[in-house]
C-alpha cells in the first residue's frame, strides 16, 4: 500500500474550518501530554492556567485585548501588500519608522508647541515615516523590479539602526543607552484615553482599520485592483491596470497603517522608544495575515489566538515554575500544527493499495 | 510556478522563524517560603490562587519581584536569589516575574502584582525605573523599590524608593585582586611592567560604569602603579556575543587581564579559552573558567530586601534613597580563583578594613587626574534631567563622594581619568 498527495481542487469552508479546529485540538493535546509530561500535572488544569493567563482578571484581558489590537493593526498594514502577492516582510522597519516619527515630535516638540499640536503632527508625521518606509521599496520594485522580500527586510534593519542612533541623540540619563518615558510629568504627546481607559484606544482604532481595511478590499476598485495584480500582473496589465501605480499605492498604505501602529506603540502605549518596541510583531504580522488568508475578519481571531497563546503559555510557566523557554516550546507546538494543518487544507492524501484501487 | 512557491516557502520560513522569536514572552513564579508542596500541587493551577495559601506563612506580608531577565543572566541571577534568601528568612509569601522587557510590559507587570495583594513591588533594572513610577502614582498604598534607579528623591512619592550600594568599593577591592595578579606576572617574567595593560568590556558610556572600571582600575594601580587599561563598550547589558567580541579585542589589543561590566558569560568565556586571567562581576564565574578566574565583586540585595520587609512590617518610612555598604552586607567579594596571586586575601582584608575605618577612599582626588590636574572641584549631574545638568558639588573632604546617601545612591561618577583609554564611546 502507498500513498500519494494530491491538491483538492475545492473544499468547502466548514471543511476547512473542521480541519483547522481538529489542529488546534491535537495541538493542545500534545501541548498537555508535554506538560504533564514535564510537570505531572493536570491537563484540564493547564488548560484552565491558560485562559487565566489571558482573560483572568480586568487587566489581564484589557492588556491581552491591546496586544491583539496591535499585532492586528499591523497584521492588517501587511494583508494588502500580501493581495498582491507583493512580499512586504519590512512591517518591522514601517512600525519602527511610524515610532521614531512619533517620539522625535514629543521629544523636540514639547515645550515648543501646544499639545494638540504636537499630536496632529505626531500623527501626520508617523504615518508619512510608515508610508515613506513602505513606497522606497515599492518604487524599486515597481521601476526596476528588484527583489521586494530583500529590500524590505533590508529596511528593517536600516529603520533599528537608525532608532539606536536616535535613542543614544535622546538618551536620559547621559550615556545609558535608553530614553525612558518621554514627557512623564507634562504627558505632552500622549494619546488620549479613552473614557479613562488607556488600553480602549488601540482597541478601538484596530476596530475602525479592521471594518475600513475589509470594505476597502473586498468593496472598492482598489481592493479589485489588488486581487487582479496578485492573480496575474499580465492580466492586469491587459485589462489596462497601472500595475506600478498599484504596487506603489498599496505599499504606501502598507507602510501608513504599520505608521500607526508605531504611533500607537509610542504615543499610546509605552511613551518611549527602543529598537525592540514592536517585539518582532512584523513578523508574527505576516503569520496571522497568512492563517487568515487576507481575510479582514479572520485576522481578529488569528490575532487573538497567537497573543492569547503567548499570554496563556507564560501564565504556564508562572504556576507550573518553569523556565520561559518552556512557553516558547509550547507556542511553538500549537503554530506547528495550525500552520501545518494548511497542508491538509490544500492537499488530500490518498492511500492507493497495489492493485491502484484508491481508497479514502 | 515553481520559482513562486519557492518564495512563498521562503516567506513562511522567515515568519515563522520571526514569529516564533517574537513569541517570547514573560513568565510569573508565586513561591511560598514555607515548604508547602502538596498545598502547592493542590491548587497550583493559577498564581492568584496561592494567595489563600496565608497559613503557611509567617507574615501575611507579600512581596514582588520584576527581573529583566531569567537565571540565565548573571545580574538577575543575583537578584533572584537575594529575593529568596530575603523572603525565606523573614517568612513573607513572594512573588517573581522574570524576562520583563523596560516598556510598558514593565508597568503591567507591577499592576498586576499590586492587583495579586503585594505589599511591596522591587524591579531590578534601570529601564524599569519609569514605568515603575507609573505603576507607583497608581497605587499609592503599595512601596514601589528599585535599583540602582535616580529619581527617587526628585520624584517626590512617598511610595516610590530607590537602592543601590557602594559596589565600587568592591569594584575597588577585586582591582587589587587583579593587580596583585598583574604584579605575579611582572615577577614572573610574563610581561614588563610597561605591558601592565587592563581590558575592560563596559556596556554603555553610563554613570554606573564609569564609576565602576574607575573605582576597579584604581585597586589595581594602587597596588600595580605601572597599570594601565583600555575599556571598550558594547551598547549593550546583556549580549554575549558582543562582549566575548569585546574581550577578544582588548585581548588581541594586549591586555593581560580582563574585567567586565556587563550581565553574559561572553567575557569571561572569551578569557578562559584564551587563557588570560579574568575578574569577573555579579557572582563568581568559577564552575564555567576555572583556570583564569580571580575573584568577583558583586551586590548582596538580601539585606536591602530584608530591610525593606522590615520596614513595611514595622509601618515604618522606606529610605528614598538607600546605600547598602561593607557594612550592611552589600557589599561582597567572592572567593578567590585558583588564579588570584599570593597574598591577595591579605591585601584585600587590609583595604576592606581601611575603608570600614575611613581612612581609604575609593575616589581619593590625590590618587588620580583629570587631563594632568588635581579635581578638586566637580559638579555632577545628580538630578536627572534631559538636559545633563551638572548640578551638585560631589567632592567633598577631598574625595569624590559617590553614592552618597545624601545625593542619591546611583551612581554618579562620570570622569575620565588619565591611564584609562576608552577604545570606543559611541554607546
Redesign the interface.
Known sequence: MSFHVSKRSDITTSKAWIIRIIAIVAALVVCGIVTTICTG?NPI?IF??IF?GAF??Q??TF?TLQYVAILLIISLALTPAFKMQF?N?GGEGQVLMGGLASAACMITLADKVPNAVVIILMIISSILAGAIWGLIPALFKALWNTNE?LST?MMNYIATQLV?YFV?V?E???????I??IN?DSNVGWLINVAGNKYLLSIIVAVVITIGMFIYLKYTKHGYEISVVGESQNTARYVGINVEKVIIRTMILSGAICGIAGLLLVGG????I?T??S???G??G??VS?LAKFNPITMIFTSLL?IFM??G???I????????SF??IL??II?FFI?GCEFFIRYQISFVKANGKEEA | MKKFKS?VS???A??????????????????TSDNTETAA?EE?????AEETEEAAVTSDLKVGFIFLH??NSTYDLNFINAAKEACEAAGVEYVTK??I????ECY?AA??LA?AGCDIVFADS??H???M??AAKEFPEVQFCHATG?KAHTEGLDNYHNAFATIYEGRYLAGIAAGMKLNEMIEAGEITEDQAKIGYVG?????E??SGYTSFFLGARSVCPSATMEVTFT??WYDETAEKEGANKLIENGCVLISQHADSMGAPTACEKAGVPDVSYNGSTVDACPNTFIVSSRIDWAPYFSYIIDCVTNGEAIATDWVGTLETGSVVLTDLGSAAAEGTAEAIAEAEEAMKAGTLHVFDVTTFTVDGAQLDSYMA?VD???D?TADTEVITDGYFAESNEEFRSAPYF?VQIDGISLLDE??
Not at chain 2, 522587557?101 to 510598558?104: A, I, K, R, S, T
Open positions: 500535572d488544569s484552565t492556567t487565566q483572568g482578571s487587566r489581564k492588556i512580499w516582510i522580500t527586510l539606536a543614544i535622546w536620559v540619563p547621559k550615556g545609558s543607552g535608553k525612558g518615558i512623564q502605549v509605552n511613551h518611549t527602543t525592540t518596541i517585539d518582532g510583531q513578523f508574527t505576516v503569520m497568512w497567537i503567548d499570554r503559555a507564560s501564565e510557566s508562572t504556576a507550573f515554575e518553569l523556565n520561559q512557553a516558547d507556542t511553538g503554530l500552520i | 518564495v521562503l516567506a513562511i522567515t515568519c515563522m522563524v520571526f514569529g516564533l522569536c517574537a513569541c517570547g514572552s514573560s513568565n510569573e513564579t508565586t513561591e500541587t497550583g493551577t493559577s498564581a492568584e531569567d537565571e522574570t524576562n522587557p523596560e516598556g510598558q503591567e499592576c498586576e492587583d534601570f529601564g525605573e519609569d514605568y513610577i507609573e535616580t556596556a554603555y558610556t553610563y554613570a560604569v564609569i551598547g549593550s549631574d536627572t534631567d534631559a545633563y562620570d559611541a554607546y
